[in-house]
Each structure stands twice: as structure tokens, then as C-alpha cells.
């Protein structure tokens, strides 16, 4: 009898994998790890390599390399989306989860921790400790928030804390509307703290999906047209980062809302029907 043992499944999931059985959803999934990728290339080369060799640079090129480094965001955030959608009506490999996860935390994670980073390097007079501070809270919330989705269960179509793509733009849109650097760090800080929080936020499925995916295409306008400084751009711009915070702050409300509404049509459904 040969000395030999079983394979585990990790061990046959790994024998068998080859690039050519990745699912539709696993290549988006990979799309949105390269978008995440690139946003911080864009980072360092458009954003703080100029800073550091010619100062603030006032030849656009600051202005278009952000507005790349955040429509790449957004554009990972719609592979995120989209793949999501993609698996639950089709199929995704035995790696899909764990290829979600780890290209979440390059795009969502690292990307807006590391855009952080860099503004706190290029802004004027700002405290360069609590601006590494609140970019490793930024990674750290992230990271959690991954790590506690991994082992929840949802429940009613709800997540628990901030979902992370949520979080990473909301981190991005508080950083472009250049507010006081005080607020700005509370602000970071805060939404760090929103993903590892208990508060609840809808899943975006249904016409909400839809509606995500019409506000990331808006989002990226504006950011084409600022990056272009386009007459207007730059109201449109605040207009869609305050949106963006707006959003954050009533979300919760709207999934409370709903929650509620749940809870009271299953109480209507339980109660003894009295007799007429």
C-alpha cells in the first residue's frame, strides 16, 4: 500500500488552477486589483515625484495626476461592483472570494491610505505624524472591515460598518475639497472608523446598483473635466465631493429606514388578526 495521503482541497484547488479557468467575475476581480495598482503609480509619479523635484507644479500636470489616481478608484469600485453582480448571476472560481478580497485592500485600502499619504506630504503646514496616523487608520479600518465581512454572515441585504469602495471614495472626496487640515484629519479618521463601526449601510443591489453605477459615471465626468480645468469644473468637482459625503452621512438613515419597515410588515404578519 503506497505511503501516501489525500490531498486537502487547498492542495487540489492549487494543482488545478490554471489562468484559464478564471471566471468572468475573477477578471474583473483582477481588473479592479490593476485600476488599484495604478491609481498609486499615478500617485507617486504624477503627484509626488513632481512635488519633490519642482515644487507644487503649476503646469496641471498635480491636478491631472489626481484626477487620474481617483477616476481609477472609481473605475475599480465599478469592477467591484460589476463582478459581484457577474458572480451571483453566472458563476466565480473557488478563489473568487479570496481574489475580492485581496484586490479590495490594494484598491480600497492601500490606494486612498497611500493618496493620503501624499496630501499630507504636499500640503502646506501639515503635521506630518497625524497625517501617517490617519493613513494607517485608513489601511487598518480597511483591512478589519475585509477580515470582519470574511467571517459575517449579511443579513437582509445590509452590511455591517462601511462598505470599503464606500469608504475609499469618501476618504478621496474629504481630501479634494481642501478643507482646514484639522477637519480634514477628523474627517479621514472618522471614516475609518465608520467601516469597522456597527452602523448599517444597504447592499447596492437592484435600482440602487444601477443608481451606483450612474454616480460613479458622473464622478468621473467631473473629474475629467477638472483635471481639463474645464470652466466650471471646479464647482462641479466640490458639488460632487460634498454629494459624496452627503451620501455617507444618509445612507445609514435610508438603510435604518428600511430595517424598520422590515421589522414592522413581519410584526403586521405574526400578530393574531382580531376579530372583526
Known amino acids: 500500500m503506497p505511503d501516501t495521503e489525500p490531498d486537502t482541497e487547498p492542495e487540489a484547488a492549487a494543482r488545478e488552477f ?39 507644479g503649476g503646469d496641471g500636470s498635480v491636478r491631472q495626476g489626481a484626477a487620474t489616481a481617483v477616476m481609477l478608484i472609481l473605475m475599480a469600485s465599478l469592477f467591484d461592483l460589476c463582478d459581484g453582480l457577474v458572480a451571483r448571476r453566472f458563476r466565480s472560481s473557488g478563489m473568487g472570494a479570496e481574489l475580492d478580497n485581496l484586490s479590495d485592500l490594494v484598491s480600497f485600502g492601500l490606494a486612498p491610505a497611500y493618496f493620503v499619504l501624499v496630501w499630507g506630504l504636499v500640503t502646506e503646514d501639515a ?7 490617519a493613513a494607517v487608520a485608513v489601511l487598518l479600518g480597511g483591512l478589519l472591515r475585509l477580515a470582519r465581512f470574511s467571517v459575517t454572515t449579511m443579513q437582509d441585504g445590509m452590511f ?19 478643507l482646514p487640515f484639522k477637519v480634514t484629519l477628523i474627517a479621514v479618521v472618522g471614516v475609518a472608523w465608520l467601516m469597522v463601526s456597527r452602523i448599517e449601510y444597504p447592499k447596492p443591489t437592484g435600482r440602487l446598483a444601477t443608481a451606483t453605477i450612474g454616480w460613479a459615471a458622473v464622478n468621473i465626468g467631473c473629474l475629467v473635466a477638472w483635471a481639463a480645468d474645464a470652466p466650471g469644473a471646479e464647482t462641479l468637482l466640490v458639488t ?3 454629494l459624496q459625503l452627503t451620501l455617507a452621512a444618509v445612507l445609514p438613515l435610508f438603510a435604518a429606514a428600511r430595517r424598520l419597515t422590515g421589522v414592522r410588515a413581519g410584526s403586521g404578519l405574526n400578530s393574531p388578526r382580531k376579530p372583526s
Open 240 to 242: 460632487g465631493c460634498a
Open 160 to 178: 455591517q460598518g462601511m462598505p470599503i469602495p464606500f469608504a475609499a471614495l469618501t476618504v478621496v472626496s474629504v481630501v479634494l475639497l481642501e
Open 127 to 133: 503635521q506630518l505624524r497625524l497625517v501617517v496616523a
Open 18 to 56: 490554471s489562468p484559464a479557468r478564471l471566471s468572468a467575475a475573477d477578471v474583473l476581480t483582477l481588473g479592479n486589483a490593476v485600476c488599484g495598482f495604478a491609481s498609486i503609480y499615478f500617485i507617486t509619479t504624477a503627484v509626488l515625484v513632481p512635488y519633490l523635484t519642482h515644487g507644487r
